[in-house]
């Protein structure tokens, strides 16, 4: 059973930083994608950010481009989402999720396996 477990949430002052780690275990993830999705209160789950596990290749959300850095530490398993010069719209629950596929993907459906959620809050 593969299980995914976020860590790292909190709340921060708008402009602060946070790093988020998603541990994997249960199988071996060199094929798979690892992604980072966020849900807002009264939102829909949204895209922020993945990558290959095996490569790195990356992609992210034109809203966090450039302030968020997606990475993974094949070693240990896990994934980690840095995100700096926060903001109070990214106030929301964070999700990572796993993809059974070699090619990123930006698509929600495409994700089958999901961790339980961190909060982030970001005050003004």
């Known amino acids: 059973q593969v299980q995914l477990v976020e860590s790292g949430g909190g709340l921060v002052q708008a402009g602060g930083s946070l790093r988020l780690s998603c541990a994997a275990s249960g199988r071996t993830f060199s094929t798979y994608v690892m992604g980072w999705f966020r849900q807002a209160p009264g939102k829909e789950r949204e895209f922020v950010a993945a990558?290959?596990?095996?490569?790195?290749?990356?992609t992210y959300s034109d809203s966090v481009k450039g302030r968020f850095t997606i990475s993974r530490d094949n070693a240990k398993n896990t994934v980690y989402l840095q995100m700096n010069s926060l903001e109070p719209e990214d106030t929301a629950i964070y999700y990572c999720?796993?993809?059974?596929?070699?090619?990123?993907?930006?698509?929600?459906?495409?994700?089958?396996?999901w961790g339980q959620g961190t909060q982030v809050t970001v005050s003004s």
């Open positions: 999720a796993a993809a059974a596929r070699l090619r990123v993907t930006v698509i929600r459906e495409e994700y089958n396996t």
């Open positions: 990558c290959t596990w095996s490569i790195g290749t990356t």
